[in-house]
C-alpha cells in the first residue's frame, strides 16, 4: 500500500511539465550521446551538472538519470550500424547487431534493442520500487561501522571488476579516499590539504574531477587518433521486429531483465558487466550457440536488454542506502549533495517527493526513449555523420562553461584541465579512473564513519567484525579481495577483461 | 629479460613515491591513534595503503618484465601533438578569459581547436570559432542566465 500511494505521488511529481521537460531533455542528450562514439554517460553527466545547479533540485536529478538510461538505448544504435559501440555496455551488441545489418535486417535489431530496453527498464523499475523501500528501513539499523564496511566493499567490488590489474584499481581507490579527504574535517573543523585556496575548503569538487577525468581526457585520446567512422549504407525497414523476431527474443529479454537487474544492484556491477554476462547466458542456454557472432536477435536482445535492467538496479543501492554502485551513479550522489539532499535510508521518508518522482520519471522517461528510438532513427545515423573535428572543440567548450558556472571560479576550470591531463595519462598506464571518482565521493562517509567507529568503540578495531552486518559485509570485501589469488576466478577475470578488449 | 624499467615499474614506482608524500603530508595534520583518530589519520591510511600496492605492484611487474615484458611507448602511433595543442589552449583560455571576456575568448579558443582537429583552413576555422562563440553566448548568457566573464568590450 506504501509503495502504490509512493508511485502516485511519484507520477503526479513526474508529470509535473517542468519535470517532463527535463525528463525529455535528459533523454534525448542521453541517446544523442549514446549515439555519438567517444563520449559516454559519465563524461556527459559530468558536464551537464553544473547546467542542472541552475534548475530545481528534482528536474536536476531526473535530468541527469535520464541523461544514463538514455545512452544505454542510443548506445546500440551504433553497435549496430557502425559496428562502433556508443558507449561500453553496447560492446556486446556489436557482435550480432552488426552481423544483422549486414545481412539487411538492421531494422529488427535496432527494434529488437528499443523494445528489450524499454521492457527490461520498465521491469528494472518495478524491481527498484519493490525493493527499495524495504532496503531502506532495513539500512536504518546501520551505524558508522556498518557504513565503513559497507563503503569497503562498495570499492573492492568496483576494483574487483575494473579493468586491469587489481593493485591499480586499488591505489586508484586509495588516491580516491585521500583527494575526498581534501578540505575541512568535519570532524574538527581543521582544513586539510587546502594550500590555503578558497575553492578547496568544500573539498575538491566533484563536478571538475569528473569532467576532467572522463570529459577532457576521452577527448584528448580521441584527437590523437584519426579513425574514420563509415556509417553503414542501406534502407532501415521492419523496425517492428516479426513474430519469429519476437519469439526468439522474449526468453533473452527476460533473462537480461533479471540478470542486469540484480548485477546492477552490486556496488561496482552495473551494465557493462550485466551485458557481458546475459551475452554469456544466451549462448549458454541456446539450442545453436553457433549462431552467436554472425546475427543471432537473441545476442542484441538478451544484452541490451540487461544493460537497461541494470540501470534501474543501480539506484537501489544509491537511494536507499546512500552508496552508489558506479561512477555514473557517484555522480549523481553528488548532485544529490549540492541539492542539499542526503541519499540513504532517510531519503524515502524526508524526500518521499524526490525518491518517487525520481523512481517515476525513469518509466515516463522510457516512454519517451521507445517514441525517440524507433521514429527518430535516420535523424540518429544523421548525427553519427558530424566529424569529431567540429565536435571535439564543442565537447571541451561546453566542460569549460559548465564548470565554470558552478562558482565562477577560474581555478576549478584549472582543476579540471590538471585532471583531464592527470586522466589522459591514467588511460595511457592503464589506470582506471572509475575507481577514484567512487572513492573520492565515497571518501568523506568513509572518513566519519572510520573514525566515528573507532571512537565509539574506544579504540577497539574489533568492532568492524563483532557486530554481525558489518562483519558480513567486511567478509565479502575481504573475500573479493582474495578472489583474484584463486586460479579459477583469476581465469574468469581473464576471460571477462579479454571479452571487454 | 630488457634491462629498462616497463611500464607497470615506472607507475607503481610513481604511486610509491605519491603514497610516502601523502602519509609525510598527513602527519602534518595529526594522524592521533585508534582511540582518538586525528584529522591525518584517514589520509595517512590512504596513502600507506598506496605504498603498499604500488610495492605489490612493482613486484608483480618485475615478476612480468623477466618473462620479456619491457616498456612500451604509450605515445607511440598517436598524434599526441594534437592533445598536447588542446591542453595548451584550455590553459591558455583559463588563464585569459578573465581578462579577454567570454566571446572573444572562446572564438579564440574554438577557432584554434577547429585547426587544430582537422587542419580546416583558418579563415574556416575562425568563421566556426566566432558563430560559436555567440552561439554559446546567446545560450548560456541570454537563455540560461550563466554569469560568464566580460571583456573590455562589455560582451
Given at each position: 500500500?506504501?509503495?502504490l500511494?509512493g508511485i502516485?505521488?511519484?507520477?503526479?511529481?513526474?508529470?509535473?511539465?517542468?519535470?517532463?521537460?527535463?525528463?525529455?531533455?535528459?533523454?534525448?542528450?542521453g541517446?544523442l550521446?549514446?549515439?555519438?562514439p567517444g563520449?559516454?554517460?559519465?563524461?556527459?553527466?559530468?558536464?551537464?551538472?553544473?547546467?542542472?545547479?541552475h534548475?530545481?533540485?528534482?528536474?536536476?536529478?531526473?535530468?541527469?538519470?535520464?541523461?544514463?538510461?538514455?545512452?544505454?538505448?542510443?548506445?546500440?544504435?551504433?553497435?549496430?550500424?557502425?559496428n562502433?559501440p556508443?558507449?561500453?555496455?553496447s560492446?556486446?551488441?556489436?557482435?550480432?547487431?552488426?552481423?544483422m545489418?549486414?545481412?539487411?535486417?538492421?531494422?529488427?535489431?535496432?527494434?529488437?534493442?528499443?523494445?528489450?530496453?524499454?521492457?527490461a527498464?520498465?521491469?528494472?523499475?518495478?524491481?527498484?520500487?519493490?525493493?527499495?523501500?524495504p532496503?531502506?528501513?532495513?539500512?536504518?539499523?546501520?551505524?558508522?561501522?556498518?557504513?565503513?564496511?559497507?563503503?569497503?566493499?562498495?570499492?573492492?567490488?568496483?576494483?574487483?571488476?575494473?579493468r586491469?590489474?587489481?593493485?591499480k584499481?586499488?591505489?586508484?581507490?586509495?588516491?580516491?579516499?585521500?583527494?575526498?579527504?581534501?578540505?575541512?574535517?568535519v570532524?574538527?573543523?581543521?582544513?586539510?590539504?587546502?594550500?590555503?585556496?578558497?575553492?578547496?575548503?568544500?573539498g575538491?569538487?566533484?563536478?571538475?574531477v569528473?569532467?576532467?577525468?572522463?570529459?577532457?581526457?576521452?577527448v584528448?585520446?580521441n584527437?590523437?587518433?584519426?579513425?574514420?567512422?563509415?556509417?553503414?549504407?542501406?534502407?532501415?525497414?521492419?523496425?517492428?521486429?516479426s513474430?519469429?523476431?519476437?519469439?526468439?527474443?522474449?526468453?533473452p529479454i527476460?533473462?537480461?531483465?533479471?540478470?542486469?537487474?540484480?548485477?546492477?544492484?552490486?556496488?561496482?556491477?552495473?551494465?557493462?558487466?550485466?551485458?557481458?554476462?546475459?551475452?554469456?547466458?544466451?549462448?549458454?542456454?541456446?539450442?545453436?550457440?553457433e549462431?552467436?557472432?554472425?546475427?543471432?536477435?537473441?545476442g542484441?536482445?538478451?544484452?541490451?536488454?540487461?544493460?537497461?535492467?541494470?540501470?534501474?538496479?543501480?539506484?537501489?543501492?544509491l537511494?536507499?542506502?546512500?552508496?552508489?554502485?558506479?561512477?555514473?551513479?557517484?555522480?549523481?550522489?553528488?548532485?544529490?549533495i549540492?541539492?542539499?539532499?542526503?541519499?540513504g535510508?532517510?531519503?524515502l521518508?524526508?524526500?518521499?517527493?524526490?525518491?518517487?518522482?525520481?523512481?517515476?520519471?525513469?518509466?515516463?522517461?522510457?516512454?519517451?526513449?521507445?517514441a525517440?528510438?524507433?521514429?527518430?532513427?535516420?535523424?540518429?545515423v544523421?548525427?553519427?555523420?558530424v566529424?569529431?573535428?567540429?565536435?571535439?572543440?564543442?565537447?571541451?567548450?561546453?566542460?569549460?562553461i559548465?564548470?565554470?558556472?558552478?562558482?565562477?571560479?577560474?581555478?576549478?576550470?584549472?582543476?579540471?584541465?590538471?585532471?583531464?591531463?592527470?586522466?589522459?595519462?591514467?588511460?595511457?598506464?592503464?589506470?582506471?579512473?572509475?575507481?577514484?571518482?567512487?572513492?573520492?565521493?565515497?571518501?568523506?562517509?568513509?572518513?566519519?564513519?572510520?573514525?566515528?567507529?573507532?571512537?565509539?568503540?574506544?579504540?577497539?578495531?574489533?568492532?568492524?567484525?563483532?557486530?554481525?552486518?558489518?562483519?558480513?559485509?567486511?567478509?565479502s570485501?575481504?573475500?573479493?579481495?582474495?578472489?583474484?589469488?584463486?586460479?579459477?576466478?583469476?581465469?574468469?577475470?581473464?576471460?571477462?577483461?579479454?571479452?571487454?578488449? | 629479460?630488457?634491462s629498462?624499467?616497463?611500464?607497470?615499474?615506472?607507475?607503481?614506482?610513481?604511486?610509491?613515491?605519491?603514497?610516502?608524500?601523502?602519509?609525510?603530508?598527513?602527519?602534518?595534520?595529526?594522524?592521533?591513534?585508534?582511540?582518538?583518530?586525528?584529522?591525518?589519520?584517514t589520509?595517512?591510511?590512504a596513502?600507506?595503503?598506496?605504498s603498499?600496492?604500488?610495492?605489490?605492484?612493482?613486484?608483480k611487474?618485475?615478476?612480468?618484465?623477466k618473462k620479456?615484458?619491457?616498456?612500451?611507448?604509450?605515445?607511440?602511433?598517436?598524434?599526441?601533438?594534437?592533445?598536447?595543442?588542446?591542453?595548451?589552449?584550455?590553459?591558455?583560455?583559463?588563464?585569459?578569459?578573465?581578462?579577454?571576456?567570454?566571446?572573444?575568448?572562446?572564438a579564440?579558443?574554438?577557432?584554434?581547436?577547429?585547426?587544430?582537429?582537422?587542419?580546416?583552413?583558418?579563415s574556416?576555422?575562425?568563421?566556426?570559432?566566432?558563430v560559436?562563440a555567440?552561439?554559446?553566448?546567446?545560450?548560456?548568457?541570454?537563455?540560461?542566465?550563466?554569469?560568464?566573464?566580460?571583456?573590455?568590450?562589455?560582451?
Open positions: 500500500m506504501e509503495t500511494s502516485l505521488i511519484g507520477l503526479q511529481v513526474a508529470c509535473e511539465p517542468i519535470n517532463l521537460f527535463f525528463c525529455f531533455v535528459g533523454v534525448t542528450i541517446t550521446i549514446g549515439v555519438l563520449i559516454g554517460p559519465l563524461a556527459t553527466i559530468s558536464i551537464l551538472l553544473p547546467v542542472t545547479f534548475a530545481p533540485p528534482l528536474s536536476g536529478i531526473i535530468m541527469l538519470a535520464g541523461v544514463y538510461y538514455g545512452a544505454l538505448y542510443g548506445g546500440s544504435t551504433t553497435s549496430i550500424l557502425v562502433i556508443g558507449e561500453a555496455a560492446v556486446v551488441t556489436c557482435l550480432d547487431g552488426y552481423q545489418a549486414l545481412q539487411g535486417r538492421a531494422g529488427p535489431a535496432l527494434g529488437i534493442a528499443a523494445f528489450g530496453s524499454f521492457i527498464g520498465t521491469l528494472g523499475i518495478v524491481g527498484l520500487m519493490l525493493a527499495a523501500p532496503l531502506a528501513r532495513m539500512a536504518l539499523q546501520f551505524g558508522p561501522p556498518e557504513y565503513f564496511s559497507l563503503v569497503i566493499l562498495g570499492l573492492m567490488m568496483l576494483t574487483f571488476l575494473a586491469g590489474a587489481m593493485w584499481s586499488l591505489i586508484m581507490a586509495a588516491a580516491g579516499i585521500f583527494l575526498g579527504s581534501v578540505g575541512i574535517d570532524m574538527s573543523g581543521s582544513e586539510r590539504f587546502t594550500f590555503n585556496i578558497a575553492e578547496l575548503a568544500d575538491i569538487g566533484i563536478a571538475p569528473a569532467m576532467g577525468l572522463f570529459g577532457i581526457s576521452e584528448l585520446l584527437i590523437e587518433q584519426s579513425t574514420e567512422r563509415s556509417v553503414f549504407k542501406t534502407k532501415i525497414k521492419h523496425l517492428f521486429p513474430a519469429r523476431d519476437w519469439a526468439a527474443s522474449v526468453l527476460l533473462r537480461g531483465s533479471v540478470i542486469g537487474f540484480f548485477l546492477g544492484i552490486l556496488p561496482g556491477g552495473g551494465a557493462v558487466i550485466s551485458s557481458f554476462v546475459s551475452y554469456a547466458v544466451e549462448k549458454k542456454v541456446s539450442k545453436h550457440p549462431k552467436f557472432g554472425t546475427g543471432a536477435i537473441e542484441v536482445a538478451g544484452p541490451e536488454s540487461a544493460n537497461n535492467s541494470a540501470s534501474a538496479g543501480a539506484f537501489i543501492p537511494l536507499t542506502l546512500g552508496i552508489p554502485s558506479n561512477p555514473v551513479t557517484a555522480i549523481l550522489l553528488g548532485a544529490m549540492v541539492f542539499g539532499m542526503q541519499p535510508p532517510l531519503l521518508s524526508q524526500h518521499p517527493n524526490l525518491f518517487w518522482g525520481t523512481v517515476a520519471s525513469m518509466y515516463v522517461g522510457n516512454c519517451m526513449l521507445l525517440l528510438n524507433l521514429p527518430l532513427i535516420g535523424i540518429w544523421k548525427i553519427l555523420k566529424p569529431y573535428a567540429i565536435l571535439f572543440p564543442l565537447i571541451l567548450l561546453f566542460c569549460l559548465g564548470v565554470y558556472s558552478i562558482n565562477n571560479s577560474i581555478t576549478e576550470m584549472l582543476i579540471m584541465i590538471v585532471f583531464g591531463v592527470i586522466g589522459y595519462f591514467f588511460k595511457k598506464f592503464e589506470f582506471e579512473a572509475a575507481p577514484l571518482i567512487l572513492a573520492m565521493v565515497l571518501g568523506p562517509m568513509f572518513d566519519v564513519a572510520l573514525r566515528r567507529s573507532l571512537l565509539l568503540a574506544g579504540g577497539d578495531a574489533t568492532t568492524f567484525i563483532t557486530r554481525p552486518i558489518s562483519a558480513v559485509l567486511l567478509g570485501a575481504f573475500l573479493i579481495l582474495i578472489f583474484p589469488l584463486l586460479p579459477w576466478f583469476k581465469k574468469k577475470r581473464k576471460v571477462i577483461e579479454e571479452m571487454k578488449d | 629479460m630488457s629498462q624499467f616497463n611500464n607497470d615499474q615506472w607507475s607503481s614506482l610513481f604511486w610509491f613515491i605519491c603514497g610516502l608524500v601523502f602519509c609525510i603530508a598527513s602527519l602534518n595534520h595529526g594522524v592521533g591513534d585508534l582511540h582518538n583518530p586525528g584529522t591525518g589519520f589520509p595517512f591510511l596513502g600507506l595503503a598506496i603498499v600496492f604500488s610495492v605489490i605492484g612493482f613486484v611487474s618485475t615478476l612480468r618484465q620479456g615484458i619491457g616498456w612500451k611507448s604509450p605515445m607511440k602511433g598517436a598524434m599526441w601533438g594534437r592533445a598536447l595543442l588542446a591542453v595548451g589552449a584550455l590553459f591558455a583560455y583559463s588563464f585569459l578569459l578573465p581578462s579577454l571576456g567570454f566571446t572573444l575568448c572562446t579564440l579558443c574554438v577557432s584554434f581547436l577547429f585547426r587544430v582537429g582537422k587542419f580546416y583552413r583558418w574556416v576555422a575562425i568563421a566556426g570559432g566566432v560559436t555567440f552561439a554559446t553566448y546567446g545560450l548560456f548568457v541570454a537563455l540560461l542566465k550563466v554569469q560568464l566573464p566580460k571583456g573590455p568590450w562589455g560582451f
